[in-house]
């Protein structure tokens, strides 16, 4: 296990790939292994992508991912996918969808299971999130399952949660009062090409618009992530956001 932990300072990938695994197989070793990296963590921005399925995260992530490192960032991100009734492991391999990366160095990617764990993020992923701090990545992007209003557990573990929407999720304004729109500190409404898109907008603006003393006012940014649209406008909110919680203090909390 210290062997492994020496690798993964070192910034070797396998150990840590095997590192996230005994932390996802509830490893006797697990507290020992977190214990020593621990004083390597608190360093990387851990962003969330959450939404309804077929909102367009994947997608949107992968766009993020190559804004990301046209910045010259590293970058892991975590894909919380159902759990396979037949393996244990992640149904969608995310890094199927995001083979454009899986060359980069400076870009791990990792699929998880929820294995029975509700509000839309695996029993594991903060424990991931230590690793792959503890690996040297500047920012960590964490998908989440997309399980509806229930996912609520990414506001507790990313410094920034983007919320994804489309006009496609049905009436807008029974989406705007689900509580997974209480967590949101950007809104992504993707698939903007499609009719009633700039409704969707105008309705967020308006919810936005009654809360008169917040602190911050996610901005509402309109995507169409298969045609890398609004990604850098989208990066910008997320690094306004980011700014906003250094400045407060927020960012020390989280």
């Keep these: 296990m210290q062997q492994l932990v020496a690798e993964l300072l070192e910034g070797n990938r396998r150990a840590a790939a095997r590192l996230i695994s005994l932390v996802e197989n509830d490893d006797p070793g697990k507290r020992e292994l977190l214990k020593d990296i621990y004083p390597r963590t608190a360093n990387a921005y851990v962003i969330g992508v959450t939404g309804a399925p077929g909102s367009g995260k994947s997608s949107l992530v992968d766009w993020l991912l190559k804004q990301l490192r046209k910045d010259g960032l590293t970058v ?8 396979s009734p037949f393996s244990g492991g992640a149904i969608l391999g ?3 969808r995001m083979q454009d990366h899986a060359l980069d160095q400076d870009i791990f990617i990792r699929s998880m299971g929820t294995r029975g764990s509700l509000g839309g993020l695996s029993r594991a992923t903060r424990e991931a999130i230590q690793v792959l701090d503890a690996f040297g990545k500047d920012i960590i992007l964490i998908e989440t399952v997309g ?3 229930s996912e609520v557990d990414i506001v507790k573990t990313a410094d920034t949660t983007i919320v994804v929407l489309t006009p496609a999720s049905g ?3 029974q989406t705007i009062k689900a509580g997974i729109m ?3 500190d950007v809104f992504a409404v993707n698939k903007s090409d499609l009719p009633g898109a700039d409704r969707m907008v105008t309705e967020i603006n308006m919810m936005l618009d009654m809360k ?13 992530s298969v045609k890398n649209e609004g990604i850098e ?3 910008r909110a997320l690094q306004e956001h980011r ?3 250094e400045k407060s203090g927020r960012l020390l909390e989280i």
Excluded: F, M, Y
């Design 212 to 224: 008169k003393n917040a602190a911050w006012r996610p901005p509402v940014i309109p995507t169409v």
């Design 233 to 235: 406008e989208l990066w």
């Design 243 to 245: 700014q906003h919680i």
């Design 171 to 173: 009436d807008s304004l």
């Design 147 to 149: 399980v509806g209003q």
């Design 76 to 83: 892991g991100a975590i894909a919380v996918d159902p759990t």
């Design 94 to 96: 995310d890094r199927i």
């Design 182 to 184: 209480e967590i949101a």
